[in-house]
């Protein structure tokens, strides 16, 4: 069992940048892909990049790249959304998962999420 709390949402202006945290409980964390979702009202949720268990891998929806980084700290059962050059659609509430095997893009497959952390980005 993982429990999930994101945290470091907030009001950012265009071009600006946030860190989000995802605080997971339960000894098994490090055993988990983590990844990143954000959602707007009146549309699916929507990957945004995703780790692997140790971190050797990761995965971006091209509309991030080279803007969002996704990393992890096992010593302290976190993972972080780095964001920069944030852009008006970016805002969103973001959500970390995680999932027994690979960093997949596919939200389905998750089997455990955060409570979610609203990011505004003004324009």
């Known amino acids: 069992q993982v429990q999930l709390v994101e945290s470091g949402g907030g009001l950012v202006q265009a071009g600006g940048s946030l860190r989000l945290s995802c605080a997971a409980s339960?000894?098994?964390?490090?055993?988990?892909?983590m990844g990143w979702f954000r959602q707007v009202p009146g549309k699916e949720r929507e990957f945004v990049a995703a780790?692997?268990?140790?971190?050797?891998?990761?995965n971006y929806v091209d509309s991030v790249k080279g803007r969002f980084t996704i990393s992890r700290d096992t010593a302290k059962n976190t993972v972080y959304l780095q964001m920069n050059r944030l852009q008006s659609e970016d805002t969103a509430v973001y959500y970390c998962?995680?999932?027994?095997?690979?960093?997949?893009?596919?939200?389905?497959?998750?089997?455990?999420w955060g409570q979610g952390t609203q990011v505004t980005v003004s324009s």
């Open positions: 998962a995680a999932r027994t095997g690979g960093p997949v893009n596919d939200r389905t497959f998750y089997e455990y």
């Open positions: 339960g000894r098994t964390f490090s055993t988990y892909s």
């Open positions: 780790i692997t268990w140790n971190g050797s891998r990761t």
